[in-house]
């Protein structure tokens, strides 16, 4: 089930939470083409929203999301105003049914909780909502409290994820995010005591100075919290492309085959506690409803990681986010001043992305199966068999005639199989994480 091959573990590849990946988006697509597929999307059609909030009160070394410090409260009010611009810019465009809201950052905590409250009041306003909303947030434990908490809870969110990463102090000092155990240990209580039942917690592995010990402490102490869901990423260390990152040594972090060896241990663990694996790199409780969309083959893949949100299309909100549609991918501007002027002269902020050709949607949907339920039919793209060569070789993948499915030992080495059906690839990129 393990098997290290440094060859395979080293290669740069992307996570494919979209295709074309991000690599491909370009300036040729912006606000025009984002309101003609707004328009498009038929009532009814279930919608997922995706909330941005690009600012935490501390900035952590590995973090690669588009996110600044606070400083000044006006930046917020600021940034609120323009974000409550663009929701009324996006609804009066679009005519299809939300049943999904996801907050992510950055800390979306960073919102005084009346302010979080508030915004969730104005996407319910706004926009035609299911009558059963699964609202979800990425949180930071260190800013959150019981008073934020039950915020959460009237705002009506339902499922909150929390940062955790490595409980080791060492491995928090030395990448800037100070948490103690009993921090977050708190923090769910809190959340559970305000009425929010799920609670998943993100955990990392190749991080500076962490063992395989760290980790396994890490995991114990993960446990004991009874998590619905645990995402075990691992480390991407690109300080090339994210500055903050280069106050992380290269020296300090774990060599290939330790990274190798953190992410086996990390799945015997969960695996060996009751956790469905999903996907590579995500675990749930066989009751949760990301294991039962595993189970029943209505598992995603989106710029969320794997998913059982049902939504056809999902539409960015704030600074940075991408949107997904159906013939469509774009994503707003970046610089928060920017994206401000923009949603200020004309409600949408997309300045990048590209137009998904019917090549790029069936290959997209077979990358999206096959990272998602390991099998898939590889006769509408027959040149990827080829490219599965190696994989092949190793006893990785096995084609039966044009169908590929990836073996037991190729789960960690499942997003180079991916990779083998991306026709915009180059073998030798660099700019991506590495594949385990």
């Known amino acids: 089930m ?37 328009a498009a999307i038929a009532p009814e059609t ?67 909780p009346e302010d ?44 909150v994820s929390l940062g955790a990463q490595c409980f080791a102090p060492h491995v928090q000092r030395a990448i800037n995010r100070i948490q103690p155990y009993e921090m977050v240990r708190q923090a769910v209580l809190d959340l559970r005591a305000a009425g929010i ?6 955990l990392m592995y190749g991080l500076p100075h962490q063992t395989s010990e760290d980790l396994a402490e890490t995991l114990v102490a993960a446990l004991d ?8 990423f691992g480390y991407a260390h690109m300080p090339r492309l994210l500055p903050r990152q280069r106050m992380i040594p290269d020296e300090t972090l774990p060599d290939a085959a330790q990274r190798f060896a953190q992410s086996a241990l990390a799945y015997d663990m969960l695996v060996g506690a009751g956790y469905a694996a999903i996907g590579f790199d995500h675990f749930a409780r066989p009751q949760d ?39 469509l991918l774009v994503q707003n501007e970046k610089h928060v001043g920017r994206y401000r002027m923009r949603v200020a002269n004309g409600g949408l902020a997309a300045v990048r992305g590209v137009a998904r050709s019917a090549d790029d949607r069936l290959r997209s949907g077979l990358i ?31 084609i039966d005639g044009t169908r590929v499915t990836v073996l037991p030992d190729g789960r960690p080495y499942a997003r180079l199989a ?19």
């Open 368 to 398: 999206e199966r096959l990272l998602c339920d390991g099998i898939v039919d590889a006769a509408p793209a027959p040149d990827a068999l080829p490219a599965l060569a190696d994989l092949v070789d190793e006893g990785l993948v096995r």
């Open 197 to 202: 039942a799920a609670v998943n917690l993100d």
């Open 46 to 112: 279930p919608v997922s929203l995706y909330v941005h909030i690009p600012y935490c009160h501390e900035i952590c070394w590995y973090c690669g999301c588009n996110t600044g410090a606070i400083g000044r409260a006006s930046r917020l009010d600021a940034y609120l105003a323009a974000l409550e611009q663009e929701i009324g810019a996006v609804a009066a465009r679009m005519r299809g049914r939300v049943v999904a809201i996801h907050f992510g950052g950055g800390s979306p905590n960073a919102l005084p």
């Open 225 to 232: 919290l009874a998590p619905d869901r645990i995402a075990m």
């Open 2 to 38: 393990h098997r290290y091959l440094p060859d395979f573990a080293r290669r740069s590849v992307p996570r494919y939470t979209s295709y074309p990946t991000a690599a491909e988006f370009h300036t040729g697509v912006g606000p025009a083409e984002q309101a003609e597929a707004l």
């Open 418 to 436: 991916a990779a083998a059906f991306d026709r915009y690839r180059q073998p030798d990129a660099q700019r991506f994480s590495k594949a385990v």
């Open 116 to 159: 979080f409250v508030r915004l969730t009041e104005l996407l319910r306003r706004s926009f035609a909502c299911a009558e059963r909303l699964e609202i979800a947030a990425e949180l930071d434990p260190r800013t959150l409290d019981s008073i934020y908490a039950e915020a959460l809870a009237r705002a009506g969110v339902t499922r």
């Open 289 to 327: 409803s990301l294991a039962r969309a595993a189970a029943t083959g209505a598992l995603r893949r989106n710029f969320q990681g794997f998913t059982d949100e049902p939504g056809e299309a999902i539409i960015g909100l704030g600074a940075s986010s991408i949107s997904q549609y159906d013939g």
